[in-house]
């Protein structure tokens, strides 16, 4: 049961793939998070991607 719900955020910058995550069984949204880029080196909008 492991693989499911596991996305990734990708700057929406730079396109860095910098984090994961688990979504949540019920949630059809994208996910859109702020979080820090390390290669644009300030926080930037994250979203999910495949
Ligand atoms: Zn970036």
Do not use: F, W
Not at 22 to 45: A, D, F, I, M, V
């Amino acid at each position: 049961m492991a693989k499911d719900g596991k996305v990734i955020l990708a700057c929406s910058e730079c396109l860095s793939r910098n984090y994961t995550t688990n979504r949540k069984k019920n949630s059809q949204k994208r996910l859109e998070l702020n979080k820090y880029c390390p290669k644009c080196g300030r926080k930037t909008l994250h979203k999910e991607t495949k």
